[in-house]
């Protein structure tokens, strides 16, 4: 079975600082990794995936995450936040073996940003 | 850009009643799927659906769930009689053969 561990269920940073959304996974077979962004009253929205090419993954709105299979980590990471960052950030995991099975989603991150 | 689409975006229902969320998934999409987040808590799966019938399903999708894509662009989760637990957000989701799956903004489900 699969399974998404994000720690913190809410970070807290200063505009301009280092965003980092931690997520670690546990699958028995090579995962695909995701991470989503939730803005308040709306649907969830792909920041960017893994799919076992390029370990560092580069996502949209300045976002990136790296996959360490040693570590099973899969963080999110963004050089500056802004304030338009602020959202609720879920890191999921699926069978990359397998094609289309559904996700397994974290129980998520509030990202707050500071002026 | 092609989107998810989901109708209506909030239904309040009373506790007993069937009610059907309605999804138009990606209109070259293969795989479809119903997920919900009860208000706080994670994003739970519940059915995936390929090839007009139900590939995988959660513990969470019993027999008061149902599926259906009853033409060549709906995608239905009828809840025959709903419980107070039902209340939730219903996010519908698709995806072609191997992508990424796209969401749609999602029904908020209120049962009183």
Redesign the interface.
């Known amino acids: 079975a699969q399974s998404v561990t994000q720690l913190g269920s809410h970070v807290s940073v200063s505009e301009g600082a280092l965003v980092l959304l931690r997520c670690n996974y546990s699958s028995s077979v090579p995962p695909y990794l995701?991470w989503?962004v939730q803005y308040p009253n709306?649907?969830?929205?792909?920041l960017l995936?893994y799919t076992s090419a390029a370990t560092l993954v580069k996502g949209i709105n300045g976002f990136e995450a790296e996959f360490k299979k040693s570590e099973t980590s899969f963080h999110l990471t963004k050089p500056s936040a802004h304030m338009s960052d602020a959202a609720e950030y879920?890191c999921?995991v699926s069978d990359g073996n397998s094609?289309?099975?559904?996700?397994?989603?974290?129980?998520?991150t509030r990202l707050s940003v500071i002026a | 850009e092609p989107e998810v689409t989901q109708t209506p975006s909030h239904q309040v229902t009373q506790m007993g009643q069937e009610v059907i969320l309605r999804c138009v998934p990606i209109s070259n999409h293969l795989y479809f799927y119903w997920y919900r987040q009860i208000l706080g808590q994670k994003v739970e799966f519940l059915v995936s659906f390929y090839n007009n019938e139900i590939s995988e399903k959660s513990e969470i999708f019993d027999d008061q769930f149902s599926v259906e894509r009853p033409d060549g662009s709906n995608f239905t989760l009828k809840i025959r009689s709903t419980k107070l637990e039902d209340s939730a957000m219903y996010f519908c989701a698709s995806t072609k053969l191997g992508g990424e799956q796209y969401f749609g903004p999602g029904t908020r489900l209120t049962v009183t």
């Not at chain 1, 709306?42 to 792909?46: K, N």
């Open positions: 995701f989503y709306q649907g969830l929205q792909l995936k879920f999921a094609g289309n099975t559904p996700l397994v989603f974290g129980k998520g």
